[in-house]
Structures are given as structure tokens and as C-alpha cells.
């Protein structure tokens, strides 16, 4: 699946950090969630589903018949399986000789179970369980759902599932566990004018001479109960054939010609995994369904044959998408065709490793992408911000292993964090830099085709890795990153010793909100690249010592920056690095600009060393470089804000460093642009734009302005970037011309974007009005969530204070799946700790115990953020001193 970033987890990305939430002091009232506990009893096990769904989507319900072929694997007296908000009319068990039996029937609401008790116990042996039943459609993504969206021909309605990661028990009353697979057979009754789309092929249809038609599909290969996937509208369908699959876009009617970029992406994408699996893609198709609306959880999942995405990260209009557009359709496609090896052919045993399906989903999607489109980083700096990503999260006292321990079902929802999908990653990309790619991919190769079709733990992939390149110690680096939280920090000296540098390494361990704590202990994989251009690799435990030919050039320590650690350079070596800096590779520039920043955030380095770093980037630097300088500038106009006349001061400093880099570039796009120079572009005037730069902030206008009288006169590079700063300084007039092009839109997708923008206003009056709009049925059932939460990008007091008054509508408006991380998001972006009372007093009157991650990421985000802004604030202003602002 590929999850959305809270904004708790963006501001960790970007340096915040964490302390202790406050532990309630008095016990959650009853009004609190209960969490559905976690595994069903073993007594029993499904193996085949024979599923009748007739869906009234007018009602948002759903008539449901289930046939469970089960093995009692033991006697019992009682059945339990996964139910939730179902009417059951009829359950029967049989056997194939004797009677049925009539069981009686119980609820858990709470435990999201159903129980079937019977008269005497069941001999063990395989059985029929039959169950008539009825279900609820919803109107946010999971389980089955409705999004409505706008045509030019009227609103339309269509209707998906989503199930990950426990919701299909929503659907059919099973076994909803990732290790209890079973085949399904899906019968689905519907309007004859509507496409049902599923897992499989029809196998078969037929008119029922009411106007509906029946679609009986193929069976499924052996699979988890989250994979199943059902879609019913007025969809029109685009195919092209590879290899013996039929690969094919769903979407609207209308839309399809907006698929082509996706559908060719599948293609090339599904014959490089079939390559790099050594196992053929085993369905007969492979569909990708998009689908209107948004969800505050997620982008797209992917069931096995039949791939959900929304419209957003899969059509692509020329006239409105630009190259971040592409290259998210890209990805996103690249980690859920990835999917279908690791997580839907192999699954994880159980939510503990969910890692083994997104982190390496995660890292197939970049290492897919670089091999594919080199073009769109020419200098694979995306390997710097690979492995930095997500350290500051995991620098927090809040963070968890890769491999966690999951108790409940809204634990196994939090799981899909950072932690799972982006140091899952990192950490694969350094174990495959360990033992090289060859290794790796023959390890992953023979965990694939050893457990398809299966379930299988972390170990279990480690046992191949060590088949494939034995006496590395690979398992125990493996374990040090996997099965212990935190960022190692690999502490560097150098000294020319007889005509050769020796280069001393300590390891310690990196974290922002515990400058006290004993350092956890890594085997560390550590790249060094010494002045002769050789690289020499060393696994660090506790410290090493190596020797580099000749004292010409600077050590430089994570070259190519695959390593998962910080780098802390004594200041010497520090000194020598800015030096030569120009003369690293771009990759090894922009790593150590990263460690450098970090480190100052955090009091291990002077804030002088980043900020003379930034400084000194010329203007023929490349692009990606030139982001993290404008990156930089604009967290240190954050800092300032609490001081308006200091920040004003900074502004005209920060305006000087930048518009010379944009005067160079230009606002249009020239033929020559690279796609990171194109990202840059808009970058640059995003920025400016936000440090109050008159000329970019009238040129914005002005072609606002030509946009209005003529919407082609933007070109899609600049479409969002334009209005987005437009929305972002509206007045009452301009906010209700972006009002009125949101009721006027016809295209969904553009639509939800019109409605994004009435929600970034910095004016307070004018983000009250779009938090009223947000409860009315104007935006739309999966807009409304999202407005709200923009209006906490630049108003977090006013949006968290309003979603909790109005608790009740706004629960309506998020996946259930998501409550317990909104409403704490909302209030990550406050300076204050007024916000950390009211998350704590929120979270214990509301979020179960059990599911208060999110609410302590955030309480410490907010405590670390306002703690190091006092200890960084006369550093940075030194430093501004000495350069006369």
C-alpha cells in the first residue's frame, strides 16, 4: 500500500523531535475507543470463499451470501470469526453426510468478532459454513465504499473496497488474518450498464432481465483476506498485452485517455520485476483501478490483479500535470506492482513484519525507478535522502523497530508509518550495498520461490541472504537495524601518519530528544573514501581503525550514502571537507549537507558549519542542491517567527540568496530543463514566495490573474505552485474566485484540488469559512478531512479545536482507520505547549491506550521543537550578526 505522511511524521522527517507524552492522570472515561483485540483462535481454518455480493449503492448497504469450505482442526464446541457492522439472516453448518447444524449467533462488537456456538462439539474435519447477511456501504475508504464525484453529465456514484490492513471482515464475516489464506469466488449482482471489476477475469455473466447482471469470477490463487477487491461504476477500461498478461486502466468514463502514461509504466515495470523475481507474474491480468476523492490514510493498494490508486497518482492530463504528477504515477505503480511478490504472492505471517511488504515495496519502487527513468536523477542523489529520511523520527524516544510487536487492529493501522516504509527501505538499501546486488537479489530470488503462495517472517528472508553470501555476518547486522530502534552516528578523525591517513571511527548513536542516553550498539556496514579515490568498506562495532594511501584530500566517511547513520566529523576533518567540497560527487555533497544540518538541530555541530556550507553552494551547483539551500533558509524563517522585526530582517537576506538562483532559471520552462532543474523552478518560487518576495508574489498574481481569463495561459509546471501562493495570500475577493472555479469544476481531480486550495488561506477568517465549508456536503464525503487539516498547516489552534468540537461530524469524514492519528496531526505544526495539554486530554478521553502513538509523536514534536528553538535561535542570530542582518 502506499501510505500519506501525517503531518506529525513530515515535521519529524524534517528534523523535529520527541520527549514523553504525559500519562493521563485520571482513566479514559468510557466514551474512549476500544481496540478490537487482536488473533482469532486456531481451532478452526478457512480454505475456500464462495461470496455472493449484491450491492444497493442508492443505500449505502449490501446484501451479502458466504460458502466457507473450513477444517475444525481440533473439537470445538464454537466458531469464531471477523464481522463487522453485519445483520446475519441464516447460518448453517454441513458436512458432506448428515444435517445441518444451527449455531447460535453472538456479537462482539468491540472485539469485531462472531461467534457460532453449537449444541455439541465439532469433530474435527471439513465443513460448509453458510451465512446470509447484510452490510453497510460507507462513504470513506475502507471496507466497500461510495465516492461520488461530478461528470458533465451529473454526479455520479461508483463504489470500491479497500481492506487493508483489517477490513474485510466489513465485507464477508471471515478469517481476517494475513496467515489464514484461502482461495475466493466472487459473484457479484449489479446494474447491467455498471463494470464490475475484481481480483480475476469474469469467468462468466448473464442478464437477469431486470436490468442487473450477474458477474461470476475466476477463482483467486491462495491469499490473505486484504487483498480481495471489488469496484462497480460507469468505468471504461484501456488494455494492452505483455508476456501472456493482460495489463489494464480502470477509470471513469471519459478519463481512460488520461491512463496512457500508467498503463505503459505497468508494463514496463511488470517486466522488470518478472526478471528481477525469477517468478512470472502468476495472474492472468493485472488491472489498475482509479477512483476519485482522496484518503487522509492512503494512495493506492494493492490486490493481488486488480490495483486501487486515486486519480491523483495515476491520470495524467497534459493540459494540468506536471513532472511531479508523472513521476508520483510512476512510483506509486513501481511499489504496488511490487506488491504483488512481496506482500500479495509472499505475505508477512502477521502485522509484526509488515515490513517485509513495505519497506521492500518501498525500496523495488526507487531502485525500479532510477533503472528505468535516470533521467529524473541524474546524480542519484536520491540515495542521500534514502537513507536520511527517516531519521528523525526514528531519532525519537518514541520510535520503533522495523520488526514490532502488534497487539490490536489500530496498532497494525499505526504501523504503517515512516518507520516501516522508509527506514525499511534504507536499511534494505544498505544490507544490498553489504553484500552486493548480486547476493541480494539471488537471496530475495530464493525466499520468493520458496515461500509463494505462503506466509513468511523476517528470518526466514534473512536465512536466504545467508545461503547466498555466507560468512559476512550478515544476520547479526541484519538484526542490529531491524530488531532495535534508532540511528547510529559514526564519529570520524583523521590524522596523516609515515605519508597515509589513518582514519579513526567510533560509533555512537544519533537522537534529539535524549542528548543523555546510553548509545544502542550496530554492526555498521561504513563506506570510506579516501584522497586517492578508493573506497575501503569496514563493519564498525564500537570502533575501527583503517589506513588510506597518501594525506591529499579529505576522508570522506558514507560514500555514495547508503549507510544508514549520521556522519559527525571532528572539526578539522569538518573544516577539510568544506574545503574540498565542491570537488565530492553531488550524492556526497548533499549527504553531508543533511548530517551537517542535523547535527546543528541538535547541538552536535556549530549551526555556523550548515549555514557557511549553504552558503558557499554557487550557482552552477546542481538543482537538488539549491533545494536544500531554499529548504534551509525557509526552516530558519520558522524559527523566527516569534520575532516578527528579526524575521523581517532575515527575509530580505534570505530573498537576496535566492532570486539571483530564479533570475537565472527563469519562470518558463526552457527545452534543455532537466527534471531537476523543472523541480527547482518551482521550488524556488514557492519559497520566495512564502519569505514575502514582492516580485514573485506579484508575478504570481498577474498570472493568476491571465488565468482567470484564460486557464491554458498556466502551464501545468507552474499551475499549482501559482495558485497555491495565490490561495495561500488571498483576500476575501480572490478566495471567492477560487470558491467559484471549485462549484464551476467538472473533473474531479481538479475539483478536489480547487477545494485544497480555499482550505491554505493564512487569513484566519477565511480558514473559518473553509472549516465550515468542510462539514457541509459541498466539498465532498473525502475533501472535507483534508480541508481541515490544510487549515492546521498555518492555523493548527483553529483546526484542532474545531474538528474536536464538532468530533461527531468530523469522525464521519476520516477512514476509521485513520481517527486515532488525525485528530493528534491536526496539532503538529503548534510552537506552543498549550497544544501538548490539549493532544493529552483529547487523546485520554478518546484514543484507547493501546493507540496513542501518533498522539505522543506528536506531543513530542511539539516539547523538543519549542526546546530546541530556544537553544539553536542564538546560534543562528551569531551567526546573521556577523553577515549584518
Known amino acids: 500500500m502506499r501510505r500519506l505522511l501525517t503531518t506529525a511524521i513530515a515535521l519529524a522527517l524534517a528534523g523535529s523531535a520527541t520527549a514523553a507524552l504525559a500519562r493521563p492522570t485520571a482513566p479514559a472515561p468510557a466514551a474512549a475507543q476500544v481496540d478490537a483485540t487482536t488473533q482469532l483462535p486456531r481451532d478452526v481454518r478457512p480454505t475456500n470463499y464462495d461470496v455472493e455480493i ?51 449467533v453472538a456479537m462482539d462488537a468491540a472485539a469485531q468478532t462472531a461467534t457460532f456456538t453449537f449444541d455439541r462439539a465439532l469433530a474435527p474435519g471439513r465443513y460448509l459454513l453458510s451465512i446470509d447477511y447484510s452490510g453497510k456501504i460507507g462513504t470513506q475508504a475502507n471496507g466497500l465504499f461510495a465516492l461520488d464525484y461530478p ?35 466472487l459473484a457479484v449482482t449489479a446494474p447491467a450498464g455498471q463494470r464490475v471489476v475484481s481480483n480475476m477475469p469474469a469467468e462468466r455473466t448473464h442478464d437477469l432481465g431486470d436490468g442487473r447482471r450477474l458477474t461470476v469470477f475466476a477463482p483467486t490463487p491462495k491469499m490473505s483476506t486484504y487483498l480481495l477487491f471489488l469496484a462497480v461504476g460507469d468505468f471504461d477500461r484501456t488494455t494492452l498485452s505483455d508476456n501472456g498478461v493482460e495489463i489494464g486502466v480502470i477509470a471513469q468514463k471519459g478519463k481512460v485517455d488520461q491512463a496512457r502514461f500508467a498503463l505503459e509504466s505497468g508494463r514496463d515495470v511488470l517486466r522488470e520485476y518478472d526478471d528481477y523475481f525469477g517468478v512470472k507474474y502468476p495472474l492472468p491480468k493485472l488491472d489498475n483501478i482509479a477512483a476519485p476523492g482522496r484518503s487522509q490514510f492512503f494512495s493506492a493498494m494493492e490486490n493481488w490483479g486488480a490495483i486501487f490508486t486515486f486519480e491523483s497518482s495515476l491520470l495524467f492530463d497534459p493540459a494540468t500535470s506536471n513532472l511531479s504528477d508523472k513521476q508520483r504515477i510512476f512510483t506509486t505503480a513501481a511499489h504496488e506492482i511490487a506488491h504483488q511478490w512481496f506482500g500479495d504472492l509472499v505475505t508477512m505471517a502477521w502485522w509484526d513484519d509488515l515490513w517485509l511488504n513495505e519497506g521492500f515495496a518501498t525500496w523495488m519502487e526507487g531502485r525500479t525507478t532510477r533503472k528505468l527513468h535516470p533521467e529524473w536523477d541524474v546524480d542519484n542523489v536520491d540515495a542521500a535522502f534514502t537513507s536520511r529520511g527517516p531519521m528523525g523520527l526514528d531519532a525519537y524516544a518514541t520510535t520503533h523497530p522495523i520488526v514490532q510487536h502488534i497487539a490490536t487492529v489500530e496498532q497494525a493501522s499505526q504501523a504503517f508509518d515512516g518507520i516501516t516504509y522508509r527506514k525499511g527501505s534504507a536499511v534494505i538499501s544498505m544490507l544490498e550495498d553489504y553484500l552486493g546486488e548480486d547476493a541480494w537479489r539471488a537471496g530475495v530470488r530464493s525466499y520468493i520461490a520458496k ?40 564519529k570520524v578523525r583523521s590524522a596523516c601518519v609515515n605519508g597515509e591517513t589513518v582514519v579513526e571511527l567510533e560509533q555512537g548513536e544519533y537522537t534529539v530528544d535524549r542528548p543523555g542516553k546510553i548509545p544502542l550498539r550496530w554492526h555498521v556496514p561504513v563506506s570510506v573514501r579516501g584522497g586517492d579515490g ?21 576522508v570522506l566517511v558514507n560514500a555514495g550514502q547508503k549507510g544508514y547513520f549520521r556522519t559527525l566529523y571532528a572539526p578539522a576533518q569538518f573544516k577539510a571537507i568544506s574545503a574540498d567540497f565542491a570537488r565530492l560527487p553531488v550524492v556526497d555533497q548533499m549527504g553531508v549537507m543533511l548530517d551537517a544540518q542535523a547535527l546543528a538541530a541538535v547541538g552536535l555541530q556549530p549551526e555556523a558549519d550548515s549555514l557557511d556550507l549553504a552558503m558557499q553552494v554557487p550557482m552552477t551547483a546542481a538543482p537538488e542542491l539549491w533545494q536544500n539551500v531554499a529548504g534551509q533558509l525557509a526552516a530558519i524563517d520558522d524559527l523566527l517567527k516569534a520575532d516578527p522585526g528579526r524575521q523581517a530582517a532575515f527575509r530580505t537576506f534570505a530573498q537576496a540568496r535566492l532570486a539571483p538562483k530564479l533570475a537565472q532559471l527563469g519562470w518558463g520552462d526552457r527545452a534543455d530543463d532537466s527534471a531537476a532543474v523543472r523541480e527547482l523552478r518551482q521550488s524556488l518560487i514557492g519559497v520566495l514566495g512564502m519569505l514575502g518576495d514582492a516580485q514573485v508574489l506579484a508575478e504570481a498574481r498577474r498570472r493568476f490573474d491571465a488565468f482567470l481569463a484564460n486557464p491554458a495561459s498556466l502551464g501545468p509546471d507552474l499551475r499549482r505552485t501559482v495558485l497555491g501562493m495565490v490561495a495561500r495570500n488571498a483576500d476575501a475577493a480572490t478566495w471567492d474566485r477560487l470558491h467559484a472555479l471549485a462549484q464551476a469544476e467538472k473533473s474531479s481531480l481538479l475539483r478536489d484540488q480547487y477545494y485544497g486550495l480555499l482550505a491554505m488561506a493564512k487569513d484566519k477568517a477565511l480558514a473559518q469559512r473553509a472549516l465550515d465549508m468542510a462539514l457541509t456536503a459541498e466539498p465532498g464525503a473525502t475533501n472535507s478531512a483534508a480541508m481541515i487539516a490544510t487549515v492546521a498547516r498555518e492555523h493548527p489552534h483553529l483546526a484542532f479545536d474545531f474538528a474536536t468540537a464538532h468530533r461527531t461530524q468530523v469522525d464521519a469524514l476520516v477512514d476509521s482507520t485513520s481517527r486515532a492519528r488525525y485528530y493528534p496531526g491536526l496539532g503538529s505544526g503548534a510552537d506552543d505547549l498549550k497544544m501538548v495539554d490539549k493532544i ?7 484514543i484507547a491506550p493501546t493507540s496513542r502513538g501518533e498522539a505522543q509523536r506528536v506531543v513530542n514534536a511539539i516539547q523538543t521543537r519549542v526546546k530546541l528553538r530556544q537553544q539553536r535561535l542564538p546560534q543562528i542570530e551569531a551567526w546573521l550578526k556577523q553577515r549584518g542582518v
Open 54 to 104: 449484491v450491492p444497493h449503492a442508492e443505500k449505502l448497504t449490501f446484501d451479502g451470501k458466504v460458502r466457507i469450505d473450513l477444517d475444525v482442526l481440533k473439537p470445538t464446541r464454537s466458531i469464531t470469526l471477523n464481522a463487522v457492522d453485519m445483520a446475519f439472516s441464516r447460518v448453517r453448518l454441513g458436512r458432506a453426510q448428515g444435517q445441518d447444524l444451527v449455531p447460535k
Open 151 to 185: 461528470t458533465t453529465s451529473g454526479n455520479k456514484r461508483a463504489l470500491y473496497t479497500q481492506f487493508e490492513n483489517s477490513d474485510a471482515r466489513r465485507f464477508i464475516p471471515s478469517w481476517d488474518e494475513p496467515s489464514l489464506k484461502a482461495t475466493f469466488h
Open 451 to 490: 515461500h509463494a503462495y505462503g506466509n513468511a517472517v523476517t528470518d526466514d528472508l534473512w536465512k536466504e541472504m545467508e545461503i547466498a553470501a555466507p560468512g559476512r555476518q550478515f544476520t547479526q547486522v541484519a538484526h542490529d537495524f531491524t530488531l532495535q530502534p534508532g540511528v547510529p552516528l559514526i
Open 534 to 554: 578508493q573506497v575501503q568498506r569496514v563493519l564498525v562495532d564500537g570502533q575501527a581503525r583503517l589506513s588510506l594511501p597518501g594525506c591529499n584530500a579529505p
Open 840 to 846: 493529552n486530554a483529547f487523546a485520554g478521553q478518546y
